[in-house]
């Protein structure tokens, strides 16, 4: 079932600072944090939050009792998400890293993450800018792609992935993706909400593709769960 998600609404993340250039909080945040809440994490189990951009979510994760490590390979996001943690007197332990390479040889109860996955008029992945924390190729699965490679070595037999996207990156590829790496993975929620600026920037190019029909005016929202086989 597919719901409408309302405008961000007040909560952990409108407190949230952010640096020039880091990701702020927006729909699909609250949207993750909201089915964080759902998870019932059990006193001190492992969270690690992949691409944590402002640490929003590892904040709330440490809240809600868990052992949080995030991660991001931005300087200025790993400075952020200190400072966040820092501010809401939580702990947080924050690396810096391109994905996992930063907490190798290691595994946790869950794994969060909320990457870039807008798809973008460039196939290559940014290395510098605000646009990093979005664009993630034609497809918007450079990132989506390699979380899903990778889960089965950094989610524990009895833990979980919880990873958000758009609908317009073929949530129907991240499930075939995660289970031909082991994982059993369903669409766990979908939500609709307006556009934001990235996505009404290049609507024309991206009706020409074929990933938006003329007078869609709202972007689906997927958020995938997946645990070991």
């Not at 996955?117 to 497809?139: I, Q, T």
């Amino acid at each position: 079932m597919t719901v409408d998600l309302p405008l961000l609404a007040p909560g952990p993340t409108a407190r949230m600072v952010t640096l020039p250039g880091v990701y702020v909080p927006q729909h699909d945040t609250r949207f993750l944090m909201a089915a964080l809440d759902r998870e019932r994490i059990r006193p001190g189990a492992d969270v690690l939050d992949l691409g944590t951009g402002s640490g929003a979510l590892a904040v709330r994760a440490a809240q809600l009792g868990g052992r949080v490590t995030a991660v991001d390979i931005a300087r200025r996001a790993v400075l952020t998400a200190r400072l966040n943690a820092f501010l809401s007197r939580q702990r947080v332990t924050v690396r810096r890293g391109d994905l996992t390479t930063a907490v190798s040889h290691r595994s946790y109860d869950l794994v969060l993450s909320n990457p870039p996955y807008v798809p973008a008029p460039d196939a290559a992945v940014p290395r510098h800018g605000p646009a990093r924390a979005w664009d993630a190729g034609h497809d918007g699965r450079a990132l989506v792609d390699r979380i899903c490679d990778v889960a089965p070595r950094v989610v524990r037999p009895q833990g979980a992935l919880l990873l958000v996207h758009s609908g317009l990156c073929d949530a129907g590829e991240t499930l075939r993706r995660l289970e031909r790496a082991g994982m059993r993975a369903t669409v766990h929620e979908r939500a609709l909400v307006p556009f934001g600026p990235v996505l009404r920037s290049r609507l024309p190019w991206l009706r020409e593709r074929g990933l938006l029909g003329v007078g869609e005016d709202r972007e689906e929202l997927v958020i995938i769960r997946a645990e070991h086989a």
